[in-house]
């Protein structure tokens, strides 16, 4: 008979944050599947597991998901486990999930932690809806590109971002998203956690006059495009005006005005343009 499949989550800082399932789970597999052997032998050490341990990680994902897969048909529990976290958020685990899915084999999550859920729990921002959007990319035009497809979501952003990139990232975000309520939860579950809050300027100015380079493991949480979340009725109440007034006293000429206006409604330019002439043709005595 087949085996199966766990997917394991493990602690993203604090030991005891395993859990007794997770515990009992990695124990009693045939093999862990580490995306970093010597990372997670010192985790499996503090609780005692002594389960043989394999390395499957980005660079060996498409190799050893096959292998994995044979001693998963043979008859052998496996379990995926990633340096922090969740396998799979933000890190190797898809491929192995999926392919284990199409051979028909079963596949077994084990919850616990991952970083995004306690940064927006944390955050004080809507948990109602939001969307994650995993590492933002790090080349600026791209990023900016990414932000802007992002804009008129409706719910709360979440992304992670590495230390060296987080002042760009949130003066981007300034930028493209318009300023908003944000916050950079910090080396979570760890003895430095901290969880900073400001508006996404101000987020930036925090990071850029400190007296040391920002360091450490870092989740960022951006409220919502609170016009686009607003009900139709009140959407349309938006002046369009108003909106691309606001840009142009921040500096913007009046194309980029009604660009990122209408991005901030969620509309297209033209509808946007169509809105401006019409609020504009009724201003007038
Ligand atoms: N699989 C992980 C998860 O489930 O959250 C994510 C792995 S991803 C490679 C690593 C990123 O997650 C970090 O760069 C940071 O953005 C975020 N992260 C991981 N641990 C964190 C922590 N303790 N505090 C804040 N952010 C953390």
């Not at 862990?32 to 985790?43: F, G, P």
């Not at 001693?71 to 958020?89: E, F, N, W, Y």
């Not at 600026?140 to 990232?169: C, K, M, N």
């Amino acid at each position: 008979m087949a085996g199966t499949l766990y997917v394991v989550a493990t602690p993203i800082g604090n030991l005891e944050d395993l859990t007794y399932r997770a515990v009992r789970v990695l124990s009693e597999v045939d093999l862990v599947a580490c995306e970093d052997t010597r990372h997670s032998q010192k985790l499996l050490n503090h609780y005692g597991i002594r389960t043989k341990t394999v390395s499957y990680h980005e660079h060996n994902e498409r190799d050893r998901a096959g292998e994995l897969l044979t001693s998963i048909k043979s008859g052998l529990d496996v379990a995926i486990v990633s340096d922090a976290g969740t396998p799979g958020i933000s890190d190797p685990g898809f491929r192995v999930v999926r392919k284990a899915l199409e051979a028909g084999l079963r596949v077994v999550p084990i919850p616990g932690p991952t970083a995004l859920v306690p940064a927006l729990v944390a955050s004080g921002l809507s948990s109602d809806e939001f969307f994650f959007a995993g590492f933002l990319p790090a080349r600026s035009g791209a990023r900016r590109a990414r932000l802007a497809d992002l804009a008129a979501i409706p719910s709360t952003l979440v992304f992670y971002e590495a230390p060296h990139r987080i002042i760009a990232s949130l003066e981007d975000a300034r930028e493209i998203l318009g300023e908003r309520e944000a916050v950079v939860a910090r080396e979570l579950t760890k003895m430095h956690e901290e969880v900073l809050r400001g508006r996404l300027s101000e987020l930036a100015e925090k990071f850029s006059q400190a007296a040391q380079e920002p360091r450490g493991e870092m989740v960022v949480v951006i409220d919502r495009n609170v016009i686009a979340s607003s009900d139709e009725d009140s959407k349309s109440g938006y002046s369009v005006a108003s909106i691309v007034a606001g840009f142009e006293a921040e500096g913007l000429d009046g194309r980029s005005a009604l660009k990122k206006s209408a991005r901030q409604l969620g509309i297209s330019r033209d509808e946007a343009y169509r809105r401006l002439t019409a609020e504009r043709s009724r201003e007038k005595p």
